[in-house]
């Protein structure tokens, strides 16, 4: 199947414009908004291993070092540090629904361009960012990996890439983290979330059991006409996804409210799963600028304390994957 047209299609002069004019932007919105509030997003940064002592009234009794307790014949606990190296992953949905756009740009532009802040976020806190794309299959994979040279590269590999797929599928995206991953991440998954239950029935499941292991934070793009119909009588629709072409005679009010009604429902449904599992999803209208929304995100981060904390070996490999196609 051909690769569709890439966000990066512009002149390679204008191209190189635009990733510049999004570094500098970031740079004053890491250093203006996010500067002391960037860690805070990471609720469940890893413990590591520090030493043992000897237990003190008031210790957590969770802390016991029962190995070292029966050789010693005394209780003692085991101590641990908090990691100072983070990993950020973030996981770009880039199907067809992502084409669409009625607000200051497409929802794949908007998708690219939050992935990069937040890529160069992670950079200047000097902390290790990775890259995924999907569609209904793996389109590129770049492991994480720290410096400015690596998120400028993640950056342009994202803005130049011509996905193969169109369709909407998480869960195998999810699966694959979750293998490669060996140490507890912040993914950062952004898409529009326009999912087909039918289509992927495991997503519910899956993203319960990875949300477990990493923490993991939706990041949903909403356009309003995506939600329903404008009355303009007959006309010609393609489904951005499955390339399906019918007429749809929008002046009937039936229709209107039919449409309005299955597109609530799948909404509400996948609110109704991010809720069950505890997830702090991010809303970003395509018709707002999503910069005072992520600092927002960030800052109430900030304020909340961690749920969970964890540790798994680091990862590795630094080779960019595409997947054939």
């Not at 990066?8 to 970031?26: D, G, M, N, W, Y």
């Not at 999810?174 to 140490?183: G, I």
């Amino acid at each position: 199947m051909a690769g569709r047209e890439s966000i990066a299609h512009e002149h390679p002069r204008v191209f190189s414009a635009r990733v510049k004019q999004i570094e500098l932007r970031t740079r004053g919105l890491v250093e203006s908004l996010f500067s002391g509030e960037y860690r805070s997003v990471f609720k469940g940064r890893g413990l590591e291993f520090s030493e043992v002592r000897e237990y003190q009234p008031g210790d957590d009794i969770r802390s016991i070092d029962w190995n070292v307790t029966a050789r010693r014949g005394r209780l003692f606990i085991k101590q641990h540090e908090e990691e100072r190296e983070l990993t950020a992953m973030l996981m770009v949905d880039l199907s067809g629904s992502q084409d669409f756009g009625t607000g200051i740009a497409s929802n794949a532009r908007i998708a690219s361009e939050i992935a990069c802040i937040l890529a160069l976020s992670a950079a200047r806190n000097n902390d290790h960012v990775g890259l995924l794309v999907v569609t209904d299959r793996t389109e590129l994979f770049i492991p994480p990996d720290t410096g400015r040279r690596h998120a400028l590269r993640l950056i342009f590999e994202l803005l130049s890439l011509r996905p193969a797929g169109r369709r909407t599928n998480l869960s195998p995206g999810l699966e694959f983290l979750a293998r490669v991953l060996r140490r507890r991440a912040a993914v950062f998954l952004i898409s529009d979330f326009l999912v087909d239950f039918e289509a992927d029935p495991r997503l519910p499941r899956i993203a319960g059991r990875f949300s477990f292991q990493h923490d993991l934070v939706p990041i949903r793009l909403n356009d309003p006409r995506q939600m329903g119909l404008p009355d303009v009588g007959l006309v010609r629709v393609v489904d951005p996804e499955s390339g399906e072409r019918r007429i749809v005679d929008t002046g009937r009010e039936g229709t209107r409210a039919a449409y309005a009604r299955q597109t609530g429902e799948a909404r509400e449904r996948l609110t109704g799963v991010f809720r069950e599992l505890g997830l702090e999803v991010v809303e970003v209208g395509s018709e707002d600028d999503y910069v005072p929304v992520l600092a927002e995100f960030f800052r109430a981060r900030g304020r909340t304390p961690g749920r969970r904390r964890g540790r798994a070996p680091m990862a590795g490999g630094r080779r960019a994957v595409r997947a054939p196609g």
